[in-house]
């Protein structure tokens, strides 16, 4: 393959004006020459002319700051025998001035097969390998004691961000699903350095690729999230199956492995036996009705439930778009006409309360240059649908934002869209906040402190919109800590309110949150003993985290590995858990009272079947009249075999440290029954008791109406009320124990515990 140079310098004018500007040459003679110098047409090829950058921008006069310019060139007839050169014209008045630094031209990526990172002469899963142990750094030249490596190469080539991030793990997905048919051995000699955002690209062959043939894979197929509050979707590592293969996994509410992994779904008209299905599937979204849905590089949208497409790639001409104003035709999803590839794929989705579709990137073809933008669809049913709204904005076109490298979105309750760009030059790391309805820009927030931004989060509970760095400073692919960041949605500036660190995760993939109980579950995984070299049988290095984080703290959260057997690389998650059942009887009731002697016991029916907390008691049960003690120690929870629904929890009188004892509880005293913080799978509840042993009709006062409660249960057996001796059935002697009370009342009831 060609020779690709990479043009890469920084500049920040000291002038402005219409008539300034920097041309950039490309040029293999030493001596300069002049614009008529017959000579100068074989020897120069003209890069870029480079104007002053808007007010405040990097590199615009005034900043304080460089500016950079990067750009791939193709040599064209140039003959590099005597060294590469680049030359810089700078044209305007008299006194006009640009500083330069960190100016160097340098050829790139050089090898024979396009892509072919290892240097094994073949695009294969050593090249993922290879890009995920850079994971984190800059996809630019890196130090090195040993000499700069070279790492423009590992960018994707639909993600040319300047990170080695999340996106070219799916870069290189879509390149290993296309084996052998699909070489691109053409697309590193593209000005874009990938596929290019419309009209004719690369032409696809078969030299370069390397075919493996795998097995069946050892997975079923998705049977449906049933009973599981989180749904994970990542990349196992399982030799000798291909390495960071596509897997599902089912979670409980502690974030532990319930079911899988299985199989990603594809479009049932699609060949089951396609390897490609087991790749480039990536995040998961949910919609109103609580469908689950997955993004996959080429089939776009598809529904896990049947595998139905409910998004496909199309073309919609006809579409007044936002930046020019003109008619324009919009791409949405991967375009594969033939052999040619083009546009973008789908990275991110959402559903907001109404059932409405917004995606991102889509690309946008008007009446000049083509640009990427965020949509909102009109769903039409049968894999149709219309694009509704654009999102973006006019702009200077002396601006040097890197605009579009656009990879999440999100909406908030208010009828605000955000959209994340990621790019490492010129400051492009922004949140953009648009009206969901109008389209209108309402909010620019430049991320300098948040590199390569990733899992944007848009809280329901809360004025906050969350967001994580894919990067670290410096670079550290075998990091081991991480931080999640709450923007304040209530401020125009949008300025950090809440920060978490994170430690046992180096990089996170996704956030989400929890819409019933306000907690932020944070995917992402860390990296051990990353080889120099990549070699077969390949050695796992990648190791997947998951974090959970508590609504409303700041303090550091530990992230667990989750026991999920093959996973290296979570890449999405999902909240499918069921809303917190709800308390909706109590036995006693509230400001009721505990009758026996021993064996006491509280009743919690709820709305639907529970289950027990993984770890510790579900109540918290204070002695009121005592310092508000937690006496629930002394008690023992189940569910109650009784009720065949399983909806009901039962709390039983016992001593820890003597089970034969059952006479804990010291009469006439209030205690306040709360859900434990973390019991998490029921609605927070509240209800207060008392003991009066002998109140058997619940009047709150033993009298000799009692003694007709107990007659009318004589013989009767199991956990009845009317048993106030506790023996678990009602005879005489619980006459006794009316006899011996009477006269006592429910005791004043004291402040409530804090």
């Not at 529904?303 to 579409?319: A, C, F, K, T, W």
């Not at 120690?633 to 440290?657: V, W």
Request: proline share 10%.
């Amino acid at each position: 393959m060609e020779d690709r140079v990479l043009i890469r310098f920084e500049y920040l004018f000291e002038s402005s004006g219409p008539a300034v500007e920097l041309i950039i040459y490309l040029t293999d003679v030493p001596e300069l020459l002049g614009a008529s110098d017959p000579a100068r047409a074989e020897h120069y090829v003209e890069v870029a002319r480079l104007r002053p950058p808007p007010v405040g921008r990097p590199g615009s006069p005034g900043s304080g700051e460089f500016g950079v310019f990067y750009e791939y060139v193709s040599p064209g007839q140039l003959d590099f025998v005597r060294g590469t050169r680049v030359e810089l014209e700078l044209v305007g008045p008299a006194g006009t001035c640009v500083l330069i630094n960190n100016w160097d031209p340098q050829v790139h990526c050089h090898t024979d097969v396009c892509k072919d990172v290892s240097g094994n002469g073949v695009v294969n899963d050593v090249d993922l390998l290879t890009m995920l142990g850079e994971y984190g750094q800059p996809a630019d030249l890196v130090p090195d004691p040993e000499g700069d490596r070279d790492l423009t190469c590992l960018d994707g080539i639909f993600s040319q961000d300047g990170y080695v991030d999340l996106e070219d793990v799916l870069a290189w997905d879509l390149l290993l699903n296309n084996y052998p048919e699909l070489e691109l051995q053409n697309l590193c000699d593209l000005p874009e350095q990938g596929i290019p955002l419309t009209g004719d690209q690369m032409e696809t062959t078969g030299a370069g690729m390397m075919s493996t043939s795998y097995g069946d894979p050892p997975a079923a197929p998705w049977p449906g999230c049933t009973g599981g509050s989180l749904v994970l979707a990542g990349k196992r590592w399982l030799y000798p199956e291909p390495p960071l293969d596509d897997r599902l996994y089912v979670l409980d509410g502690q974030g532990q492995l319930l079911a899988g992994p299985y199989l990603p779904i594809v479009d049932p008209k699609q060949d089951q036996d396609e390897v490609w299905r087991y790749r480039g599937n990536g995040r998961l979204v949910r919609d109103l009705n609580g469908q689950l849905y997955q993004l996959h590089l080429e089939q776009a949208l598809v529904r896990l439930e049947d595998g139905e497409v409910l998004v496909p790639p199309r073309h919609i001409s006809g579409v007044i778009e936002p930046r020019y104003g003109q008619p324009a035709s919009v791409s949405v999803g991967l375009d594969q006409s033939g052999e040619k590839w083009a546009g973008r794929p789908i990275l991110d989705a959402v559903f907001d309360p109404n059932g409405t579709l917004y995606v991102v990137p889509v690309v946008v073809d008007p009446n000049g240059p083509p640009y990427t933008a965020a949509a909102r669809l009109e769903l039409l049913g049968g894999g149709m649908y219309d694009v509704d709204v654009l999102y973006d904005a006019p702009y200077d076109p002396n601006d040097n934002l890197e605009r579009d490298c656009l990879r999440e979105i999100d909406i908030d309750g208010t009828g605000r869209v955000y959209v994340l760009n990621a790019h490492r030059d010129n400051s492009s790391d922004v949140l953009w906040v648009f009206d969901a309805d109008s389209g209108q820009l309402l909010q620019t927030r430049y991320l300098p402190d948040v590199a390569g931004p990733v899992g944007l989060c848009a809280s329901g509970g809360s004025d906050l919109i969350y967001v994580a760095s894919s990067q670290k400073d410096p670079p550290e692919p075998n990091a081991t800590s991480t931080a999640v960041y709450g923007l304040s949605t209530a401020d125009p500036n949008l300025p950090v309110a809440r920060s978490v660190p994170i430690e046992g995760m180096g990089h996170v993939t996704e956030v989400i949150e929890d819409p019933f109980r306000g907690d932020l579950w944070v995917a992402g995984f860390v990296m051990r003993g990353i080889p120099d070299e990549v070699m077969y049988p390949p050695r796992q290095f990648g190791y997947a985290c998951l974090a959970k984080v508590p609504p409303g703290s700041d303090e550091t959260v530990i992230a667990d590995e989750p026991v999920c057997g093959d996973l290296a690389l979570p890449m999405s998650l999902a909240w499918v858990g069921l809303p917190p059942a709800t308390l909706v009887a109590s036995e006693p009731s509230a400001d009721g009272s505990l009758p026996k002697m021993q064996n006491n016991l509280i009743l919690c029916t709820f709305d639907r079947p529970i289950a027990l907390p993984s770890s510790g008691d579900p109540l918290v049960i204070r002695d009121m009249s005592n310092g508000c003690v937690d006496v629930g120690a002394s008690f023992t929870y189940s569910i109650d075999a009784d009720d065949p629904n399983g909806t009901t929890l039962e709390a039983r009188e016992t001593d820890p440290n003597d089970p034969n004892d059952h006479d804990v509880l010291p009469e006439e005293t209030w205690y306040q029954v709360d859900s434990a913080p973390g019991w998490t799978e029921v609605a927070p509840f509240q209800f207060l008791v008392y003991t009066l042993v002998g109140d058997c009709n619940s009047s709150g006062r033993v009298t000799t109406a009692d003694y007709s409660g107990v007659k009318a249960a004589l013989g009767q057996q199991g956990d009845i009320r009317s048993d106030l001796n506790g023996s678990s059935r009602v005879t005489t002697a619980d006459y006794s124990v009316v006899k011996a009370n009477l006269g006592r009342r429910q005791p004043t009831k004291p402040p409530l515990c804090p």
